[in-house]
């Protein structure tokens, strides 16, 4: 799994000009689902999320996480975070995991924050959606499953 996450003030999704869902201040969550992902990995990867310090203290040094500054977190879907664009002039998306799989672990991955205690709000899976956000900072952040070393290593 992979996540870009933007510290934000404010975020909407909208589809078709309709609001979808919104939060405040919080996290946006752009969240793409790789073909060996699972829901272990749906959820290491929302644990981490929801304990990184990635919010100002009194002091103002990024020392609180999400779920102590009780902020929201709005996740949408994007496979195109799994763009390899190495050949040629358009991205493949062929690393990305196909949609039976990569719904069933979006809505784990969800389900996984929200029981950290975040409020959580959704776009639409494999819809088309205008996202508009206001980024603090700006602050954002890449996060990559693989790339963390948290994944559980085989049995030998």
């Known amino acids: 799994m992979r996540a870009l996450l933007q510290r934000v003030s404010r975020a909407e999704v909208r589809i078709d000009g309709e609001p979808v869902a919104s939060i405040g201040p919080g996290l946006l969550i ?16 929302a644990a981490k999320i929801a304990g990184l310090r990635l919010f100002a203290d009194a002091a103002g040094l990024t020392n609180l996480s999400l779920t102590e500054v009780g902020g929201a977190a ?4 994007q496979f ?16 990305a995991a196909g949609p039976v799989i990569g719904e069933r672990l979006y809505e784990a991955f969800c389900e996984a924050l929200a029981a950290a205690g975040i409020s ?18 700006p602050f954002t952040i890449w996060l990559d499953w693989d790339e963390l070393g948290l994944r559980p290593r085989p049995a030998t």
């Open 30 to 45: 752009l969240l793409g689902v790789g073909p060996t992902d699972d829901e272990t990995v749906a959820s290491g990867l």
């Open 74 to 77: 709005l996740v949408v879907s």
């Open 120 to 137: 959580v709000a959704r776009g639409r899976f494999g819809a088309e959606m205008a996202v508009e956000l206001v980024n603090e900072g």
């Open 80 to 95: 195109t975070l799994y763009a390899d664009s190495r050949k040629g002039r358009r991205p493949s998306f062929i690393r």
